[in-house]
């Protein structure tokens, strides 16, 4: 039926604002979350005006004195200082970078875990692997403390079976530190992190596949010009999003896996913070490395998002 110029014309405000109230409801359904993004993530940036001042708890701001860039002049003053920030940074990027070469993983796990055509086995894999993601890292410590002490189970094993003389210090030592946090972690996020490209996998189109089945193709054949090229996107994106992250190491983990014996090599940049904040009574100062350390992750991020518009043209902000 044919509708007059007039009608389109006169019913173009009914559609404005049908569209303003849509947008409206919209906005009402995505006000919650901006609150608590506003209230995890920017309000607790107004703690940062504590590096401007010589805090000393448990008085108020108002007491202490008002120092300005000291803390800061601090960090790049003392040569020990910078030795040990140094010390600190090059376990910070040597973890990081570990666990960023390691983000392949949860691709080819979640390839391989989607081709097993088991159903119930595939679901007791993906179960058994995505749990480790929900304990805590103190309970993980306690499993790993009760496995590898000198009197654990499997240094007694190894004992009792001849293979060793004297028990391995597999946590109070200081050897293959890095590569410990690394299974550690690997061990926990695995499963977890392949639950989005899981995801993707599901909403690959089946005609692919059997378009290349009637061409000849096997199966990994399939996995390897159809499943992770379909994959890549998503994979880029991750990474991007680590990569920003570089510096953000986490705490719990190190924090419980810390002794006297691996200080050297376990301290990253978030636990280093948290000691000269908590044990070392000096949270202005902790407070302006955590500044400094939020300003290189925003730099990070940017720098990665111009990298992925020249390379990819695509961008992530």
Known sequence: MHVSKEVRTKN??????????????????????????????????????????????????????????????????NPTQIKLIMKVMLNTFAISGLTLATTILPVIFAIFLSEIKCKW??????????VPNFISWVMVFSVAYSLFTGTGMVNTMLLKIGL?????????????TWLSMLLWYI??????????????IAGIDQELYEAARVDGANRFKLMRHITLPALMPTFFVI???????????GLDQYY????AFNRQHIQVLDLYVY???????????????????????????????????????????
Not at 40 to 67: E, M, N, T
């Open 12 to 77: 173009i405000p009914k559609l404005n604002r049908r569209k303003n109230v849509q947008g409206k409801i919209m906005f009402l359904y995505i006000l919650p979350f901006l609150l608590l993004s506003f209230a995890f993530s920017y309000y607790p940036l107004h703690g940062w005006i504590y590096a401007f001042y010589d805090y000393r708890p448990p008085l108020k701001l108002s007491q202490c004195d008002f120092v300005g860039l000291q803390w800061f002049n601090m960090l790049f003053a």
């Open 187 to 200: 061990w926990k996020s695995l499963g977890w992190g392949s639950i989005m490209y899981l995801a993707a």
């Open 239 to 249: 990474l991007m999003l680590s990569v920003a992250n570089f510096l953000n190491n």
């Open 121 to 130: 086995f595939r679901n007791f894999v993906q179960t058994f692997t995505t």
């Open 256 to 259: 419980v896996f810390q002794n």
């Open 275 to 317: 000691n000269v904040g908590m044990t070392g009574s000096s949270p202005s100062l902790a407070t302006a490395i955590g500044m400094l350390k939020s300003l290189v992750s925003i730099t990070l991020l940017f720098a990665v998002n111009l990298l992925s518009k020249k390379i990819r043209g695509v961008t992530i902000i």
């Open 164 to 176: 060793i003389d004297t028990p391995i210090k597999f946590l109070d030592g200081d050897t293959h």
